[in-house]
């Protein structure tokens, strides 16, 4: 099992639509998780850091499940700005690894 | 506040040459980690420097070697370039005493290995 997994996608939605992402992690002692916005040939822009009461900014809402070791992120009232690759980023942070574990993205397609 | 910077921004090279890539950290990071992203991949860990040592590394051959600088910039270096080694190499920069690790990355450089 990858340390980090997503649905690759791509996800085609109209503007204004709901749209959810999921991304499950193998290590349950992991201590933080990000999720990062890509667009094409760019670099990764942080999006929000997910708590563990779930955070919202905006149209983003982002929720941590421990239990079952995944993230999510919603994004409400989809807008065509909002076409990118989402990357779903873990710390695990065992000791002295600080090392991200970064997942391969999703791909998201807004269409007017 | 300047944020992270890469430098140069595109590079070509030939297949056995070096090459030296170039980052500055955003203002007050004192945590250089450097990415290889492969088009359609996510990005890959190098390696990450802190107070001027590495103190992390990801499944890269010995041919990737890096430095930080005691103003916390940093270099990556690559010998013997081989034709995978087309990438976009990405460096972020994140505060250790901060607690969450959050990394901010500069543009990027791309390489292309002919």
């Known amino acids: 099992r990858k340390e980090v997994e997503q649905d690759p996608g791509p996800f085609n939605v109209p503007e204004g639509a709901t749209v959810a992402f999921n991304c499950t992690y193998s290590n349950s002692a992991s201590q933080s998780f990000f999720w990062y916005r890509q667009d094409c040939r760019k670099e990764p822009k942080l999006l929000m850091s997910v708590y563990s009461s779930g955070n919202e900014d905006g149209r983003f809402t982002a929720q941590l499940n421990r239990a079952s070791q995944y993230i999510s992120l919603l994004i409400r009232d989809s807008k065509l700005s909002d076409s990118a690759t989402y990357l779903c980023v873990v710390n695990p942070k065992a000791g002295n690894n600080r090392k991200l574990i970064w997942g391969l993205g999703t791909s998201l397609a807004v269409n007017p | 506040d300047a944020g992270v910077t890469q430098s140069p921004t595109h590079l070509i090279k030939t297949r056995g040459q070096q090459v030296t890539l170039r980052c500055s950290p955003k203002?007050?990071?004192?945590?250089v980690s450097w990415y290889q992203q492969a088009l359609g991949q996510g990005p890959q860990f190098i390696f990450q420097?802190?107070?001027?040592?590495?103190?992390q590394r990801g499944n890269f051959p010995d041919r990737f070697s890096g430095h930080q600088f005691p103003n916390y910039s940093s270099e990556l270096n690559v010998n013997a370039l081989w034709l995978g080694d087309s990438a976009l190499y990405l460096c972020?920069?994140?505060?250790?005493?901060?607690?969450?690790?959050?990394?901010?990355f500069g543009p990027g450089t791309r390489l292309t290995v002919l």
């Open positions: 972020a920069s994140s505060l250790v005493t901060g607690g969450t690790d959050t990394q901010y």
């Open positions: 203002s007050g990071h004192d945590t």
């Open positions: 420097y802190y107070e001027e040592e590495e103190r």
